[in-house]
């Protein structure tokens, strides 16, 4: 994507405006406030990038094929045993097999994507092939390369590999010869975004490097040349990239002081009274610092979204005093900005802020207010939640800071069982099945324990039962851990984290767990891939 604003001619002294401009009582009109960067450059940045592969899917119960095009077959025997290490494997037995199938894989590298950033793919049977299910398949380790008009492949940038999921909980039936790798796939490169001049000239390249520089930290912008400017995100925008980049765009050229008092009314007027509040924000943090005493004066605004957009912007310019005001709109049960209010106080506050308030909604009445919570703590590592990988493909979650028992999965990213409330408990005296009825949970009014049990895929016999405790951690680690080997003594049924999300939402339905089911939104991608 690029974003493109030019003007013809830059006006002496780098945007020095009119001095009657500034000591106008009334209020200046924005485009009479100078030059800013956005003004006199382009920002060129990484869009979305398709990639795509082909790569073997392994560990079928016999629904792959034998299918597979000469020259796929040739680059996978060469780049398999790459992957491998061992030259004695069969690789002509290896995708001959009906336990395997060859597989085209797609995903897309977000914008701006930084080195071992991960993304989901979408994994589908060729076409043509004999192949029925990707079920309980894994991908192996598979070269992504751009996706180009041409439909010629470039250089290999990402990577992708991992457990597939079949969705089975969505209500639109979705073909088994599509699966997704939820965080399988992984950023080879770094990408960074430049500016470019309109008028290449070092002077100016110069001058806008230390304005950034200024407004940010040393090295955030470098001149590479007359008309180039590399720019580096900081690390507290880092999951704003888009906002970083608007804050850039609106740094003035000209900084004298006069004229940055009247930038200042100008916006905090335009902030408390127009329609387009978000551009007055954006302007205000740009200018910086020196815009604190006039945003103070919104915090006591009678119209709740000019107060979270000042306190938003003084606490992102470091200062505490609008943190409060976020406090107050995140604690108000009738307020629509509640996650809003809690995200920027995540995104500016110190850490001990972010986790007493994050740690305090995790007790609140609305889900989306905990689950806003959970999401800032997790990412803070916070010790108000356990966490234990499953079965080498989910991570399970306690979060018992809360009265409100609900299990929520996520189809998109990281896959995750979160248990907020816990312990969960399961209910005694029932009995639930998979819907392919390979899967039994069951316990009669008089049992001390939970018996799970599970047919195999591919042989004619019963796996279990397994006894677990009524804790319903116990019960999803006993699922999915892997099955018992020799040289241990306890293990799991082994079954795949897809199917064990839809046994959760069975159990919930027929009210054999004291929770609600909640549900993340399944992964989308726009390059036309059918389900």
Not at 240 to 263: C, G, M, N, S, W
Not at 305 to 323: I, K
Request: aromatic letters at 6%; one cysteine or more; proline letters at 4%.
């Amino acid at each position: 994507m690029m974003v493109v604003i030019s003007i013809t001619t830059l006006v002496s002294g780098c945007g020095e405006v009119d001095r009657s401009v500034r000591g106008s009582v009334s209020l200046a009109p924005v485009e009479d406030l100078g030059i800013t960067v956005g003004s006199v450059a382009d920002v060129l940045l990484p869009d979305v990038i398709p990639v795509q592969g082909y790569s073997l899917v392994a560990g079928l119960a016999g629904t792959g094929s034998a299918e597979c095009p000469a020259q796929l077959r040739a680059y996978l025997s060469r780049y398999i045993i790459t992957q491998t290490g061992d030259s004695r494997v069969d690789i002509d037995k290896l995708i001959s097999s009906q336990n395997t199938a060859i597989v085209r894989v797609e995903g897309m590298i977000p914008a701006v994507a930084a080195r071992n950033e991960h993304f989901d793919v979408i994994v589908t049977a060729l076409p043509g092939t004999q192949t029925t299910s990707l079920e309980n398949g894994w991908l192996y380790r598979t070269e992504l390369q751009p996706t180009v008009s041409a439909g010629i492949a470039t250089q290999v940038i990402a990577s992708a590999e991992g457990p597939i999921f079949v969705d089975k909980i969505s209500t639109n039936e979705q073909s088994r010869r599509l699966g997704y790798v939820l965080g399988g796939g992984e950023v080879l490169q770094e990408y960074r975004m430049s500016l470019i001049l309109s008028r290449p000239d070092y002077s100016i390249a110069s001058h806008i490097r230390n304005r950034i520089n200024e407004s940010f930290r040393y090295e955030t912008a470098k001149a590479m040349s007359p008309g180039r400017i590399t720019l580096e995100v900081p690390a507290k925008y880092h999951n704003r990239k888009a906002r970083f980049v608007e804050i850039v765009k609106a740094i003035y050229l000209d900084h004298a002081p006069a004229v940055t008092q009247e930038r200042i009314k100008t916006f905090v007027r335009k902030l408390a009274v127009s329609e387009d509040k978000d551009a007055s924000e954006i302007a205000l943090e740009a200018i910086g610092s020196k815009s604190l005493s006039k945003l103070g004066v919104l915090l006591n605004s009678s119209n709740e979204e000019v107060r979270l957009r000042a306190a938003r912007c003084m606490l992102n310019l470091g200062s505490d005093r609008g943190l409060q005001t976020l406090r107050e709109i995140v604690l108000d049960t009738g307020s629509s900005y509640r996650v809003e209010a809690l995200e920027a106080i995540a995104a500016g506050a110190k850490r001990d802020d972010t986790t007493a308030i994050s740690r305090k909604m995790l007790r609140d009445s609305d889900f989306n207010v905990r689950l806003a919570a959970y999401e800032q703590l997790q990412k803070l590592e916070d010790l108000a939640i356990t966490q234990k990988f499953v079965g080498r493909s989910f991570f399970l979650e306690l979060v018992p800071q809360t009265e409100h028992k609900t299990i929520y999965v996520t189809r998109s990213g990281q896959p995750r069982v979160v248990l907020f409330g816990a312990p969960i408990y399961c209910r005694n005296n029932i009995f639930v099945e998979s819907s392919d009825g390979n899967i039994i949970i069951d316990s009669r009014a008089t049992d001390e324990y939970v018996s799970v049990t599970c047919r195999h895929p591919t042989k004619p016999i019963v796996i279990g039962p397994l006894k677990s405790s009524f804790k319903l951690s116990d019960i999803i680690q006993i699922l999915c851990e892997e099955p018992i080997r020799e040289d241990k003594q306890r293990g799991g049924l082994g079954i795949s984290y897809a199917d064990m999300i839809a046994l959760l939402k069975r159990m919930s339905d027929k009210g054999a767990i004291e929770a609600e089911f909640r549900v993340g939104p399944l992964t989308e991608m726009s390059f036309g891939v059918k389900k």
